[in-house]
C-alpha cells in the first residue's frame, strides 16, 4: 500500500524531445488513477520513470514516503503489466507466475500458495499447466496480471494491459480490473489511450496531451467541467459539438455562428459576459440536441433549422450528422425519433448546457 507522489517531474529524451513537462500529480494510496491521452503524450514514459526503467531528468519521484529517484527498480516494490504481456513463451503459466518469487529466492511453500492465490482471484485455475500459445488472448492477460498479484507490490502499473484484446474481452477485462482493484486494495496507475476505458476504470482520471497533464478530476467531473477545449473533445463519444462563432448582444447574450444564432440562458450569459463581442468557440455534448417534436426536458432551448446528413442507428440510439448551413452539428437521439437522411427539420440546443471556449486559450470560460 502506498501513495506515488511526482513532484515537478521532466522527461528529456536527449535535446530536442521533451516527453513529459511540469507533472505534478499525487497518486493516494489505494486509488484507481488512470493516466490518459492520445498516442505519443508521454504516458509511458510517466509509467517507466515510476517503475524505475526511465531517470527522471528532474524533479522528484516518491513512493510510500519514500524518494525513489535512485532506487532501482527491484526495490520499489512495484509490479507493471504491459499490452504485450510478456510472458516467457516456454514456460507454463504456473512457471511464469512463480519465476519472479524464484528469483528473489521465495521458499517453495510461499510460491506455491501465492500462485493458487492469485490463480484463484483470476479464475485461471484449470489453466496453470499450460504454456501461453495454448492460451487466449485474455487469459494470457490474466496470467500477465497473476504475475504482478504474486508479488504483493505497493503499486501495480498497468499499461494499456487492454489493447490486444478484442473488443468484448476488453470490456470484460475492464469489469475485473476493477473488481481486482476493490478486492486487492492496492494502488493503480493504469495507462490507456481509450477514453471510455479511462472513464468506466479510473476513481480520478489524468488527461495528458503533449507531456503535460491538462487536467485531473473524477470521471463525471472531467464530463461536466471540462477545462479546456482538448478535455472537451477528448472526453466523451461522439465527441463533443465545436461551432466557432461571435457573442453578440442580441435578446441578452447570442451566440452568432456562420449559419444559426442561438440565445444563451441568463445564468450562462452572465458567466460569458466579458467576451462580448469578441470570437469563442461554442461546445454542446451530442446528447444535448433534441427533437422539436417530442416533449424534451429543456425550457432554455434554441431553436435552430438542419438538413439531416447521416443517421447511424445503433440500437436504442442514434447518431444524426447535421447541417446547418456551413455549420455541423452530431447529436445522439433515441432510435425512436423519426429522422430522414435528406430531411430537413428543427432541432433544440439546450443551452443550458453549452459550453464556450476562448478561442485563443482554448481554455473553458463558462466554468
Ligand atoms: N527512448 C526514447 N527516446 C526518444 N524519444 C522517446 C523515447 N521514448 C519515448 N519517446 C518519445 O516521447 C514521447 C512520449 O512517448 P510515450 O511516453 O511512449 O507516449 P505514450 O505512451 O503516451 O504513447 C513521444 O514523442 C516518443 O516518441
Ligand atoms: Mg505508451
Not at 281 to 304: H, K, N
Request: with cysteine; hydrophobic share 40%; glycine share 8%.
Amino acid at each position: 500500500m502506498a501513495r506515488v507522489w511526482l513532484d515537478d517531474v521532466e522527461k528529456a529524451f536527449g535535446k530536442g524531445v521533451v516527453a513529459v513537462k511540469d507533472l505534478n500529480l499525487e497518486i493516494k494510496d489505494k486509488e484507481f488513477m488512470v493516466l490518459v491521452g492520445p498516442s505519443g503524450c508521454g504516458k509511458s514514459t510517466t509509467l517507466r520513470m515510476i517503475a524505475g526503467l526511465e531517470d527522471v531528468t528532474k524533479g522528484k519521484v516518491y513512493i510510500g514516503d519514500r524518494l525513489c529517484n535512485d532506487v532501482a527498480p527491484k526495490d520499489r516494490n512495484i509490479a507493471m503489466v504491459f499490452q504485450n504481456y510478456a510472458l516467457y513463451p516456454h514456460m507454463t503459466a504456473y512457471q511464469n507466475m512463480s519465476f519472479g518469487l524464484k528469483l528473489r529466492k521465495y521458499p517453495k511453500e510461499e510460491v506455491e500458495k501465492r500462485v493458487r492465490e492469485a490463480a484463484a482471484i483470476l479464475g485461471i485455475e484449470r489453466l496453470l499447466a499450460r504454456k501461453p500459445k495454448e492460451l487466449s488472448g485474455g487469459e494470457r492477460q490474466r496470467v500477465a496480471v497473476g504475475r504482478a498479484i504474486v508479488r504483493k507490490p505497493d503499486v501495480f502499473l498497468f499499461d494499456e494491459p487492454l489493447s490486444n484484446l478484442d473488443a468484448k474481452m476488453r470490456v470484460q477485462m475492464r469489469a475485473e480490473i476493477s473488481r481486482l482493484h476493490k478486492r486487492l486494495q492496492t494502488t493503480i496507475i493504469y495507462v490507456t489511450h481509450d477514453q471510455m476505458e479511462a472513464m468506466t476504470m479510473g476513481e480520478r482520471i489524468a488527461v495528458m496531451k503533449d507531456g503535460i497533464i491538462q487536467q485531473v478530476d473524477a470521471p463525471l467531473d472531467l464530463y461536466h467541467h471540462p477545462i479546456n477545449r482538448f478535455v472537451a473533445g477528448f472526453i466523451g463519444s461522439p465527441s463533443m459539438n465545436f461551432v466557432k462563432g461571435k457573442l453578440i448582444g442580441e435578446d441578452g447574450l447570442t451566440f452568432q455562428a456562420k449559419s444559426f444564432k442561438a440565445g444563451l440562458p441568463r445564468l450562462l450569459a452572465q458567466k460569458v459576459e466579458s467576451f462580448l463581442g469578441k470570437k469563442v468557440t461554442f461546445g454542446l455534448r451530442p446528447e444535448e440536441i433534441y427533437p422539436v417534436d417530442i416533449p424534451y426536458p429543456i425550457e432554455e432551448g434554441a431553436r435552430i433549422k438542419v438538413k439531416v446528413d447521416v443517421v447511424e442507428p445503433i440500437g436504442n440510439e442514434m447518431f444524426l450528422y447535421l447541417r446547418a448551413g456551413e455549420d455541423q452539428l452530431v447529436a445522439r437521439m433515441s432510435s425512436d425519433v423519426k429522422m430522414r437522411v435528406g430531411e430537413e427539420t428543427e432541432i433544440i440546443l439546450a443551452m443550458r448546457k453549452a459550453h464556450f471556449f476562448d478561442c485563443q486559450s482554448e481554455k473553458n470560460i463558462t466554468l
